[in-house]
């Protein structure tokens, strides 16, 4: 009679185990899913924005508007770093995601567009 009552224990125990081995599985599906969409997402608005052309000039009155807070009116840095060689550390699309994930606390992440944000790189290159 031991033999069936374990048996029967071990196909529950086989069970609940596979059981629990498929939620496992599904939730990293899921998580796989969800990384590879944004990925895919944050690639494309980085090509876009890298296919064009900005302008310097409005890349300057953006950064007036949002960064002289903690970069300084010329860019050289009060809370933020100086930005005058920041192409030089950094390409563009570090750049890029650097402004858009605010990688760097105390630095907030910004939804810009993909034209504006071609303005602030144009920008920064011409700080060089």
Not at 31 to 51: M, S
Not at 93 to 120: A, C, H, R, Y
Request: with cysteine; proline share 4%.
């Amino acid at each position: 009679m031991s033999t069936s009552s374990s048996s029967a224990a071990e196909r529950n125990f086989k069970r609940e185990f596979l059981n629990i081995l498929f939620i496992v599985f599904v939730v990293l599906l899921i998580c796989f899913f969800i990384f590879f969409v944004n990925h895919h997402e944050n690639n494309k608005y980085i090509i876009e924005t890298l296919e064009l052309n900005g302008s310097a000039e409005e890349g300057d009155a953006l950064f007036k508007i949002n960064c002289v807070g903690c970069h300084g009116i010329s860019a050289r840095g009060l809370v933020g770093p100086d930005l005058h060689t920041i192409t030089k550390r950094m390409n563009d699309k570090e750049i890029i995601k650097q402004v858009t994930g605010g990688l760097t606390p105390p630095m907030p992440s910004f939804e810009i567009d993909p034209v504006n944000m071609s303005n602030l790189l144009k920008y920064l290159h011409s700080l060089e």
